[in-house]
């Protein structure tokens, strides 16, 4: 028996923006300051001025050579102020597959309400590439994917996005994020980490400024920033409201990767990079500014024979979330209620009852155009005497978007 009450797991693969109660986090390596800002503690934001209260200006950046202060300004710049944003800070020994554990304590001091988790790395230490990624970024994807799925079995769920740091200047070794392996023992395995995005994109001029590994760095925050700017369903990509560039700032006029390489030295490679699944920056001929290609996952893209598809795509991510969370809440109510029935099993009326609740979710959702459709289906034959258990089988259909327009155009006489 289980106290959980509503328990809702991802199918196997063979709230509107009024209103949103999404919270969003921040977790990487920091230094404290006495008596202002310390280690492991969790630390609540509105704004950029919640932040550099602590002491975490951009002199505490420039100072020890990190960019906190960097995601979380671009967190705010491209989120707007308001957006509640739990940071923690860890020593700078720490790798980003062990800030997992802080990573729980961060979610839980959250009430659970954080959607997307971001991880940034501030750490000197020497980096050794493995396929063209740091070791240190490849060692924490199965973390993050275990900490994404201990945070949806304690009725939790969020998407985490790692920082992308240091990658290879020869970026035809790069891994293929969309058929990741890593080494168990001596045999490789592939990895399918639908709740972990990386970031490799970088704003050159800003990384300049900044030595060592602090140089090879990668936008998280702005990423992270452009998630929480709008709508869950949307993709960060969006061209018509999404560029990333502000030349009054001085942010992002020179976009690249982090491997601190130009724009214009990487532009080659770009289209396998995005066909990989990395998360870059473009630009598009004939409109001034950057944008990010798209929000892909670390995995394949499946679609079976039923037409189930894997959430490849951060929004996709989001949709399931988003869902899990809603259709949970309106459930809750139900739990240890009486429930007539007749020769052991539920009457239509009740099996109704029961589909309209989460019907109504997903008319909402369909509604603020948060998703396409949704359908409940509640199994009749539950056993609601000896398991106690309602078997119910829910459908959504995301929002779909469009990556590409292929036409065709013809000079003629007349039409």
């Not at 790798?95 to 790395?121: E, Q």
């Not at 304690?154 to 080494?183: C, K, W, Y």
């Not at 609740?357 to 289906?377: H, M, R, Y």
């Amino acid at each position: 028996m289980s106290l959980r009450g509503v328990n809702i797991s991802e199918g196997n693969i063979g709230v509107n923006q009024l209103g949103d109660a999404r919270e969003f986090g921040l977790i990487g390596n920091g230094i404290a300051i006495a008596g202002k800002l310390d280690l492991g503690v969790a630390y609540i934001l509105r704004r950029i001025q919640d932040a550099e209260s602590l002491g975490i200006t951009a002199e505490y950046d420039d100072a020890n050579n990190v960019h906190v202060h960097r995601h979380i300004s671009e967190f705010y710049r491209n989120a707007r102020p308001g957006r509640k944003l739990n940071i923690m800070l860890v020593a700078d020994t720490i790798a980003l597959k062990d800030m997992v554990t802080d990573a729980k304590n961060l979610i839980v001091n959250a009430d659970g309400m954080i959607s997307d988790l971001g991880f940034f790395s501030n750490s000197t230490a020497p980096i050794t590439l493995i396929d063209g990624i740091p070791t240190g970024v490849s060692e924490c994807i199965t973390e993050l994917q275990k900490l994404a799925q201990w945070a949806a079995t304690n009725d939790m769920p969020l998407h985490t996005i790692v920082e992308g740091f240091g990658i290879s200047d020869t970026l035809s070794n790069l891994a293929d994020l969309r058929d990741f392996q890593v080494i168990v023992g001596a045999q490789p395995v592939k990895v399918s980490a639908t709740k972990v995005s990386m970031v490799i994109a970088q704003d050159w001029e800003h990384a300049e400024t900044f030595r060592g590994n602090a140089q090879k760095y990668a936008d998280v925050g702005t990423f992270l920033g452009v998630v929480a700017s709008h709508a869950w369903n949307r993709n960060p990509g969006e061209v018509e409201t999404k560029n990333i560039q502000n030349v009054s700032l001085g942010t992002w006029r020179v976009g690249g990767l982090s491997n601190h390489k130009k724009y214009t030295e990487v532009f080659e490679s770009l289209e396998t990079l995005n066909d990989k699944g990395y998360i870059i920056p473009v630009k598009y001929q004939g409109k001034a500014g950057y944008w990010f290609n798209d929000g892909a996952t670390i995995a394949p893209i499946i679609i079976d024979v039923q037409g189930n598809m894997n959430q490849h795509t951060i929004y996709y991510s989001h949709t399931l979330d988003e869902s899990v969370r809603a259709l949970r809440q309106v459930y809750l109510p139900e739990i240890k209620k009486p429930v007539p029935l007749i020769g052991g099993l539920m009457p239509i009326d009740m099996v109704e009852y029961y589909n309209a609740i989460g019907d109504a979710v997903f008319k909402k959702f369909a509604s603020a155009g948060l998703i396409s459709e949704g359908k409940t289906n509640v199994d009749p034959l539950s056993d609601l005497l000896g398991t106690k258990i309602l078997n119910v089988q829910f459908t959504v259909v995301p929002t779909g978007t469009i990556d590409e327009l292929v036409g065709n155009i013809n000079l003629k006489t007349s039409l």
